[in-house]
């Protein structure tokens, strides 16, 4: 049975096959997500005022430079109650984002102190970029949907029918990102092989994104070939993103 954590050696040897093997190469990124709720009489107006403190603890020191900071809002989602927000930091890589815990570890405690929400899950993950808005927005959403692939159907080649997916549905209007995401720790275990990010730039083109999907995408030869990779994707749930830092 496919579970919801792929082993780093799992996802390391399939990144070590030969270049040649496969049509596209994933470039790895690292994300962590900290699932939280407000304290008693606080809201998002006091997160946001917290946020401003925090990036001026950022400021004062050059290991966050790489990070990019978003707040996500549920908006469509099974549970409302379970959750109020979620912040994520998105990092280059494995190197960056611990060297910046060790900072924070070392030097973060007056900032922490004054957060304005109790985090009730941290998850780190492993994500593979498959295409990106053309320009950079600070409010969007972003879907996300848990996903099986069929039998024998390795990442890699997942990866491939999404590329391949993603370039054609560009070439009829198509402007949303993509990712895989892998969770690596802080994850909660179930039958799914990776979970699948689609977010636009504007909340607007979220839904542009969808109707053009249906009207001149849906049937395509590259539409059909990603199907024939993927088994289901279930438990899809969206959110309005906010821009709290860019990367530098």
């Known amino acids: 049975m496919k579970k919801l954590i792929l082993?780093?050696?799992?996802?390391?040897?399939?990144?070590?096959?030969?270049?040649?093997?496969?049509?596209?190469?994933?470039?790895?990124?690292?994300?962590?997500?900290?699932?939280?709720?407000?304290?008693?009489?606080?809201d998002?107006?006091?997160?946001?005022?917290?946020?401003?403190?925090?990036k001026e603890y950022l400021a004062k020191s050059d290991v966050y430079d790489s990070m990019r900071s978003v707040i996500l809002v549920p908006?469509?989602?099974?549970?409302?109650?379970?959750?109020?927000?979620?912040?994520?930091?998105?990092?280059?890589?494995?190197?960056?984002?611990?060297?910046?815990?060790?900072h924070w570890l070392q030097n973060g405690s007056s900032v922490l102190s004054k957060l304005p929400v109790t985090n009730s899950q941290a998850i780190d993950t492993y994500q593979w970029a498959i295409s990106a808005p053309d320009e950079d927005?600070?409010?969007?959403?972003?879907?996300?949907?848990?996903?099986?692939?069929k039998e024998g159907v390795s990442a890699r080649q997942a990866f491939d029918?999404?590329?391949?997916?993603?370039?054609?549905?560009?070439?009829?209007?198509?402007?949303?990102?993509?990712?895989m995401i892998f969770p690596s720790s802080g994850s909660i275990a179930g039958d799914f092989d990776?979970?699948?990010?689609l977010y636009s730039s504007t909340v607007s083109e979220l839904g542009a994104g969808a109707d053009n999907y249906w009207e001149n995408?849906?049937?395509?030869?590259?539409?059909?070939?990603?199907g024939e990779v993927i088994e289901s994707c279930f438990n899809y749930?969206?959110?309005?993103?906010?821009?709290?830092?860019?990367?530098?």
């Open 194 to 197: 990776y979970t699948y990010s």
């Open 44 to 54: 998002m107006g006091d997160y946001l005022k917290w946020a401003d403190d925090f």
């Open 7 to 42: 082993s780093l050696s799992i996802l390391v040897a399939g990144m070590a096959h030969a270049q040649d093997s496969f049509k596209y190469e994933p470039v790895a990124n690292k994300a962590e997500y900290y699932v939280s709720t407000y304290n008693d009489r606080k």
């Open 75 to 102: 908006y469509f989602h099974q549970n409302l109650q379970a959750m109020d927000s979620v912040w994520l930091n998105i990092w280059p890589s494995a190197t960056q984002q611990f060297t910046a815990a060790q």
């Open 217 to 226: 995408i849906n049937g395509s030869k590259e539409d059909i070939a990603l």
């Open 237 to 248: 749930r969206t959110y309005a993103t906010m821009l709290i830092k860019n990367a530098k």
């Open 161 to 179: 029918a999404y590329k391949d997916f993603a370039a054609a549905a560009k070439t009829k209007g198509d402007n949303l990102g993509r990712k």
């Open 137 to 149: 927005g600070s409010n969007g959403m972003v879907r996300f949907a848990d996903c099986k692939l």
